[in-house]
């Protein structure tokens, strides 16, 4: 079983349209982060959740919008996609808040044309 | 404020060659943690190792070390006897020990080892 999964890996779709990446952790982790790796490979952290509560927003435009329906999920919803929405999204996890160790899921490729 | 610097953009190495990743992080919190992950041409993000900043012993894991030292803020990468399997990108991160903090990342190092 995978530890963090997401699904879609791979989405392209055109600008202006709404989509959503799933993730879900296995491992009984309290937090989990959502992740942007732009085409330069910078990794930079969007959101973050414990237990179902945001704790980390990182100055990310209101078209995107984390749901954790519970602990073991954070979905990412974007709406009005723009180009520059075109990136690999990895989601994360970690045991609790704090310096732990982040389990990375395979990533999610957003292609917007 | 923290920062993580990873100067080197690109590295080319033959295999069997020694090679060393450098970072060095900017943090005025004195508990912290140092982490490296590996993102091979597959994409996922490995886990490599987590060091806090009370440990400067360097550590070594058959041919991969690290070499901790806060009098420079480095925490540097090196592979020893490179293989054409470490072609990859290494990112160093930061975090602090606080709660609501989440891993800042270098811009990455990507090694090319060549046959």
């Known amino acids: 079983d995978t530890a963090v999964s997401q699904t879609p890996k791979y989405l392209v779709t055109q600008m202006g349209n709404d989509k959503s990446i799933k993730c879900e952790q296995n491992?009984?982790?309290?937090?989990m982060y959502w992740y942007k790796q732009d085409s330069k490979k910078f990794l930079k952290i969007m959101f973050s959740?414990?237990?179902?509560?945001?704790?980390i927003n990182e100055t990310v435009p209101n078209r995107f919008s984390p749901k954790s329906p519970d602990k073991a999920h954070l979905n990412l919803h974007i709406n009005s996609l723009e180009l520059g929405d075109s990136a690999v999204y990895f989601c994360a996890s970690s045991l609790s808040l704090g310096p732990g160790e982040l389990f990375f899921g395979e990533g999610s490729r957003l292609t917007v044309l | 404020a923290q920062k993580v610097t990873q100067a080197q953009t690109e590295i080319s190495v033959v295999e069997k060659e020694d090679v060393t990743l450098d970072c060095v992080y900017e943090t005025r919190d004195t508990t912290y943690y140092l982490f490296w992950y590996k993102q091979p041409p597959s994409g996922e993000l490995v886990f490599l190792i987590r060091?806090?900043?009370?440990?400067?012993q360097n550590e070594i894991s058959g041919r991969y070390s690290w070499n901790f030292q806060k009098s420079t803020s480095s925490f540097n990468f090196t592979i020893t006897a490179s293989q054409v399997v470490d072609s990859a990108v290494y990112f160093c991160?930061?975090?602090?020990?606080?709660?609501?903090?989440?891993?800042?990342f270098g811009k990455g190092t990507t090694l090319s080892v060549s046959s």
């Open positions: 060091r806090n900043s009370f440990d400067e």
């Open positions: 959740y414990n237990n179902k509560e945001l704790i």
């Open positions: 991160a930061l975090i602090h020990n606080q709660a609501g903090t989440a891993l800042i």
């Open positions: 491992l009984g982790h309290d937090t």
